[in-house]
């Protein structure tokens, strides 16, 4: 078995059992994997949450659930010394609670900040995935303690390398998204889906004057890496292009017959910047 950890950002409800669920099973306690994480300082499974939207027309929040990814080439792992970090068969990604101290570069070398450093011990410090407890036979849950406690399964624990198991399932239905950070695809224990990359919302309208939105107008949008999107307007004249990449440029065409095309040229921003309304349209007669 690998284990492994699915977080299905699209269903995180920020309600932070799952950091709780971290604090309570690691604070206070140590095993021979890991030192006792300190009660304040060190988010071992952190919520990440953002604003989405540049317009007051059009604001969402996301969240994603953030932990260690325990990656197939970990850069914490290269930059230790003496073995401090090392791999398990499993792909599990442990810190040497012995071997790190001292081992400051360990917690710089982690690109998505996963590592923390535990001032009083002189050690860095990350997710286990509870391995402790996962080694333990009489451990009657068999998975992290977080997805345990996760009530709407946003993230889902199970085998890697079982293609009928639930993590493949949802992996199948979602779209795979990375973090950023990342210099390269981690393809660890941990795999993130629909965490937002950007939008482009707007609304169409029929002639300014009729003060009417415009349901079943059509949607183009080319990237200009050449991908077509294309959707209709829907019952309050909106349309919205969602999991689209950052920092691209886009020239939307908007047709309704009957009435003259609108051509717009926009483009998306990068990081919790990239989205953007593109704005009202108003139709005109042929």
Known sequence: MRPGMLVDAGRCMACYACFMACK???????????KPQPEMGQYWMNIVEWERGD????????SVP?????????????????????????????IDPEKAVGQRQIVDACPIHAIYWNEALQLPQ????CAELLDDPEY????????EACPNQALIFGDLDDPDNLL????????????????????????HVDVPTAFLFGTVYYPEEEEEVCIGAHVKMVCEDGTVYEQDTNWAGDYEFEWLPEGKK????????GYKPIEIDTETGTGTHADHVVGMHYLEEV
């Open 24 to 34: 309570d099973e690691h604070c206070g306690w140590g095993s021979a994997l890991t």
């Open 250 to 257: 886009f020239h939307i065409t908007i047709t309704k017959d």
């Open 126 to 129: 990350k997710c286990t995935l």
């Open 168 to 191: 493949h399932q949802r992996m199948a239905i979602r779209h795979y998204t990375p973090l950023t950070g990342f210099p390269t695809d981690p393809h660890g224990n941990v795999i």
């Open 66 to 94: 953030t932990l260690c990814e325990h990656c197939e080439n970990p850069w914490c792992m290269a930059a230790a010394k003496d073995g401090a970090v090392y791999k398990r068969p499993d792909g599990i990604v442990i």
């Open 140 to 147: 009657p849950g068999k998975e992290p303690r977080c997805s």
């Open 55 to 62: 317009s007051e027309r059009r604001i969402k929040t996301a």
